[in-house]
């Protein structure tokens, strides 16, 4: 009786890796599919990369459409030299924080027609949604900067 108790205890305790190493495969499946790989191609596009930087830098400083273009090439490049890293962390972060079922149903979600259709329409609209939104926070910034500076000069 004591040594199936053992056994018994022994399988739960071995349950756990194989059920994160299934949801490590299932996340890997995810991360590596086509529609997801393309919605990296599309935020690390250069012209993608070239309007985020200028969503971040100030209205007061002007950049040419020329150097906005050389920005987006080298921050192309420079996400693209990490997008192993950026691959991996969705993985591992992935895997941690989605269940074996939820990780099925994005697979079956994003391997659809619909689901690619969303996935390719995603970026763009997360980034619209963002340069409509940045100039509402540099301008609430604005009105909530002396309240800030009296903090930082207390």
């Given at each position: 009786?004591?040594?199936?108790?053992?056994?018994?205890?022994?399988?739960?305790?071995?349950?756990?890796?194989?059920?994160a190493q299934d949801r490590l495969d299932l996340a890997?499946?995810?991360?590596?599919?086509?529609?997801?790989?393309?919605?990296?191609?599309?935020?690390?596009?250069?012209?993608?990369?070239?309007?985020?930087?200028?969503?971040?830098?100030?209205?007061?400083?002007?950049?040419?459409?020329?150097?906005?273009?050389?920005?987006?090439?080298?921050?192309?490049?420079?996400?693209?030299?990490?997008?192993?890293?950026?691959?991996?962390?969705?993985?591992?972060?992935?895997?941690?924080?989605?269940?074996?079922?939820?990780?099925?149903?994005?697979?079956?979600?994003?391997?659809?027609?619909?689901?690619?259709?969303?996935?390719?329409?995603?970026q763009p609209f997360y980034q619209q949604m963002l340069?409509?939104?940045?100039?509402?926070?540099?301008?609430?910034?604005?009105?909530?900067?002396?309240?800030?500076?009296?903090?930082?000069?207390?």
């Open positions: 009786m004591r040594l199936a108790a053992f056994a018994f205890a022994a399988a739960l305790l071995a349950a756990p890796p194989l059920a890997r499946q995810y991360a590596e599919m086509p529609e997801v790989q393309a919605s990296f191609d599309d935020m690390f596009a250069p012209d993608v990369l070239a309007q985020q930087f200028r969503i971040g830098v100030p209205a007061e400083i002007e950049i040419t459409d020329e150097q906005l273009g050389k920005i987006g090439v080298v921050m192309a490049r420079m996400m693209t030299s990490l997008r192993p890293e950026l691959t991996q962390m969705m993985i591992d972060g992935m895997a941690q924080n989605f269940t074996g079922g939820e990780l099925t149903a994005l697979v079956a979600f994003y391997g659809s027609p619909e689901g690619a259709s969303v996935m390719r329409k995603l340069a409509d939104f940045m100039p509402l926070v540099q301008t609430r910034q604005q009105e909530y900067l002396p309240e800030l500076i009296a903090i930082l000069e207390e």
